[in-house]
C-alpha cells in the first residue's frame, strides 16, 4: 500500500516530532529563527492567516458600503483605499504565496523523501522577506497622507499623481517580489537534487510537479514586475518621465511590464491549487489517478503559454488588431492544459468509491468555481465581448472565480487534507462540512450576482451605481456574511482542535504518498532512513480490486 520500503511509524513517543524536538532557542525565537522547513510553513500560515483576516475584514467594509446607492458607510476616498488595500493584502500575501509557502514548505522535502530543502537558511529569509514586506505596505495606514488609493495595479498615470503614500506598498510588494523568487529558486532545486532513491520524475507526486512549474514562473516572472514597481518608485521620487505621459512617458509601457508579470502570477496563485487537487482526488475516490502524464505536462503548459498571454487585458488600450487576434488566440489556447487537468479528475471520480470528507467537498467545488471562472475567461477572450464587459463586475465576479472560488478554495482543501499531518489533532468533521456549506452558497451568492450586473453594465471599482443595479448588490452583500460565517465557523473548529482534538493516526485518510508513511505530526528530519521509492505513484489498485469484486 504505501510507496517506500520501510514501516509506518505512528509515533509511539519514541520519536519526537517537530513541534516537540530539542529546541535551540526558547519561546518565540525557537520559531522565527528555526531553518525547518515545517516551521517554516506553520510560520507562513499563521502570518498569512493574519493578513487574510485583514483582507477579509476590508473585504466586508466594502461590499458593506455598496449594499445600497449613495453614501453607506465611507467616504468615496476610504473606499478607494480599502479597495486598494484589499487588493493588495489578497494577491500579494495570501494567494501568491498561499499553497507554496505553507504546503509547498511542509510537504515538498516530505512527499519527495528528503529531510529538508535544499537551502534551509535561505527559507527562512524568505519568511523574514515575506513578513518585512507585509509590513510595509501596512506601514501606509498609520503615515500622513493615508493608504494608497490606486487599486493592487498601481496603474499610470495616477500612481504617480496621488498624494497618498504609494511608495510603502510599492517598496512593500518589491520586497514581497524577492520572498517569492527566493521560494521558487529554492524549490526547483530541491526537486532536482534532492529527491530519494528511485523516484524518477514520473514517480513524483502531482503536487510536487504544480510546484516545480510554479517555481520557475517566479524566477522568471517576478523580477519583472519588481523592476517595474521599482521605476514608478522612482518616477515619484524623481519625475524622470518613463510612465508618466506628461513628462514623455508611455502608461501603456506600464500596462505591459505590470502584465507580463501579473498574468503569469495568476498561474503562480491556481498551479499549486490544481496540484493539491490532484492530490486529494485519488485519496478520497480510492482510485489511480486517470492520465498521470498528462496532469503533469499541462502544468509546465500552463506554464509556458501563461506567460504569453498577458495583452489580453488590455484589449481596449489601442493595440493593433494583428496583436488584439494573436492574444486572443493564445488565450484560448491557454485553456486546454486547464481543461485536460478537469477531464482527468472528473475521469478519476468515474466509479470511485467516493468519500466526501471535507477536503473532498473543497476539492469539488474548487473544480465547480474553477471551471465557471475559466469559462467566462474564455468570453473575455473573444475580442467583440471584451469591449463590451471590459472593466465591469463581470471581470470582478471572474478574477474570484479563479482566484478565491479556486485558490482560496485550493487552500482550504489542502488545509482539511493535510492538518492532521501537520498538527498530529483530528478536527470535527460534521463542523468543518458545516462550515464548507456556507462557504459555498456565500460565496455563489457573493460573486455570481457581480456577473449579471456586469454584463448589464456595471462598472468595477465603483464607490456608488444606478439604482439599477441595487438588487444584485443587495444579494451579493448578504453573500458576503454568509461566506464570512463560514469562515469563521471554519477556522473556529480548526483552532479548537488544535487544543482538543484527537490524536490523529500517521494515515487517518488512506493515501498512498510518502507524507502519509510517516508519523503525525512528523519527526525533525522527517525520515529516519531516505526510503527507497518502489511503486508506481498513486497506486490505489488494491482499491479498486475490492470495487470490481463488490461489483
Known amino acids: ?26 519561546g518565540i525565537l525557537n520559531w522565527i529563527l528555526s531553518t525547518d522547513h515545517k516551521k517554516i510553513g506553520i510560520l507562513y500560515l499563521i502570518s498569512m492567516l493574519t493578513f487574510f483576516s485583514v483582507g477579509v475584514f476590508f473585504g466586508f467594509l466594502m461590499r458593506l458600503e455598496l449594499i445600497s446607492p449613495g453614501k453607506t458607510i465611507m467616504e468615496p476616498q476610504t473606499y478607494n483605499q480599502i479597495f486598494t488595500l484589499h487588493g493588495v493584502i489578497m494577491i500579494f500575501l495570501f494567494i501568491i504565496p498561499g499553497l507554496p509557502a505553507v504546503f509547498g514548505n511542509f510537504f515538498l522535502p516530505i512527499m519527495i523523501g528528503a529531510k529538508d530543502v535544499a537551502f534551509p537558511r535561505l527559507n527562512l529569509f524568505s519568511w523574514w522577506l515575506f513578513i518585512t514586506g507585509g509590513l510595509v505596505a501596512l506601514i501606509s495606514l498609520f503615515l500622513p497622507g ?12 495616477y500612481s504617480v499623481r496621488t498624494s497618498t503614500n504609494v511608495i510603502p506598498a510599492l517598496i512593500g510588494a518589491f520586497i514581497l517580489g524577492f520572498s517569492s523568487i ?27 510537479w504544480s510546484l516545480y512549474a510554479t517555481g520557475w514562473v517566479q524566477i522568471l516572472a517576478t523580477p519583472i514586475v519588481g523592476i517595474t514597481l521599482l521605476l514608478v518608485a522612482i518616477e515619484r521620487w524623481f519625475g524622470v518621465g518613463i510612465f508618466d505621459p506628461s513628462l514623455g512617458g508611455d502608461p501603456i509601457l506600464y500596462q505591459h511590464l505590470f502584465w507580463i508579470y501579473s498574468h503569469p502570477a495568476v498561474y503562480i496563485m491556481i498551479l499549486p491549487a490544481m496540484g493539491v487537487i490532484s492530490e486529494i482526488i485519488p485519496v478520497y475516490a480510492r482510485r489511480t489517478i486517470f492520465g498521470y502524464k498528462f496532469i503533469a505536462f499541462s502544468s509546465l503548459a500552463i506554464a509556458l503559454f501563461g506567460s504569453l498571454v498577458w495583452a489580453h487585458h488590455m484589449f481596449t488600450v489601442g493595440m493593433s488588431d494583428t496583436a488584439m487576434w494573436i492574444f486572443s488566440l493564445l488565450t484560448f489556447l491557454v485553456a486546454i492544459p486547464s481543461a485536460i487537468k478537469v477531464f482527468n479528475w472528473v475521469s478519476t471520480l468515474y466509479k470511485g468509491s467516493i468519500l466526501l470528507e471535507p477536503a473532498m467537498l473543497f476539492a469539488l467545488s ?3 468555481n474553477f471551471t465557471i471562472g475559466g469559462f467566462t475567461g474564455l468570453m473575455q477572450g473573444a475580442l467583440a465581448l471584451n469591449i463590451h464587459i471590459h472593466d465591469t463586475s463581470f471581470i470582478v465576479a ?20 493535510w492538518f492532521p499531518k ?15 456549506l456556507f462557504l459555498f452558497i456565500g460565496f455563489q451568492l457573493l460573486y455570481f450576482p457581480l456577473f449579471i450586473a456586469g454584463y448589464l453594465g456595471m462598472p468595477r471599482r465603483y464607490y456608488d451605481y444606478l439604482p439599477e ?11 458576503s456574511w454568509i461566506l464570512i460565517t463560514g469562515l469563521i465557523i471554519m477556522f473556529t473548529n480548526l483552532i479548537i482542535a488544535l487544543r482538543k482534538g484527537a490524536k490523529a493516526p500517521a494515515n487517518p485518510w488512506g493515501g498512498v504518498t510518502l507524507e502519509w508513511s510517516i508519523q503525525s505530526p512528523p519527526t525533525h528530519e522527517n525520515f529516519e532512513v531516505i526510503p527507497v521509492i518502489e511503486n508506481e505513484p498513486y497506486d490505489y489498485s488494491h482499491f479498486e480490486e475490492k470495487e470490481e469484486i463488490k461489483n
Open 1 to 26: 500500500m504505501t510507496t517506500l520500503n520501510v514501516p509506518i511509524n505512528e509515533g509511539n513517543g519514541n520519536h519526537l516530532d517537530y513541534l516537540h524536538s530539542p529546541k535551540k532557542y526558547k
Open 146 to 157: 493615508g493608504p494608497a488609493d490606486t487599486g493592487w495595479t498601481f496603474y499610470i498615470p
Open 182 to 208: 527566493l521560494t521558487g529558486l529554492n524549490f526547483i532545486t530541491t526537486i532536482h537534487r534532492l529527491r530519494a532513491p528511485g523516484m524518477s520524475w514520473f514517480k513524483m507526486p502531482l503536487f510536487v
Open 366 to 368: 474548487f473544480i465547480f
Open 398 to 417: 471572474h478574477f474570484h472565480y479563479v482566484m478565491f472560488g479556486g485558490t482560496g478554495f485550493g487552500i482550504f482543501a489542502a488545509l482539511h487534507h
Open 422 to 436: 501537520m498538527f498530529g489533532k483530528m478536527y470535527n468533521k460534521k463542523v468543518a462540512k458545516l462550515s464548507w
Open 469 to 479: 443595479f441595487h438588487i444584485w448588490h443587495f444579494i451579493s452583500t448578504i453573500g
